[in-house]
């Protein structure tokens, strides 16, 4: 199973995955979602650690990450929505 923490803040947002989804077709959304967030991330003054297994993600907050942020949430339930013993997704709000 992957969990995931995201993590909402007054100073930015961050994402945490470790594990491995059940199956491959999960494994794969949740890597596009985290790949293209790291992407957002490199291009605009945020980190990244990509690693097998494990990935993190800091958006310092500005608009345009808090669009980056909503629709990388919004996909990762999505999925968790469909393989519930696949993903466990994780919302902590500390505004």
């Known amino acids: 199973m992957t969990r995931i923490r995201c993590r909402i803040s007054r100073d930015g ?10 199956s491959k077709q ?10 293209a967030l790291a992407g957002y991330a490199d291009n605009n003054s945020g980190r990244f650690t ?13 608009e345009g990450a808090d669009g980056a942020m909503d629709m990388a949430v919004i996909g990762l339930l999505q999925i968790q ?13 500390e505004e």
């Open 50 to 62: 990509l690693g097998k297994g494990e990935a993190m993600v800091f958006l310092p907050k500005t």
């Open 26 to 35: 999960t494994c794969t959304a949740i890597s596009a979602i985290i790949g």
């Open 13 to 22: 947002y961050s994402v945490v995955s470790v594990g491995h989804a059940g």
């Open 81 to 93: 929505k469909q393989a519930p013993d696949d993903l466990n997704v994780e919302i902590i709000s």
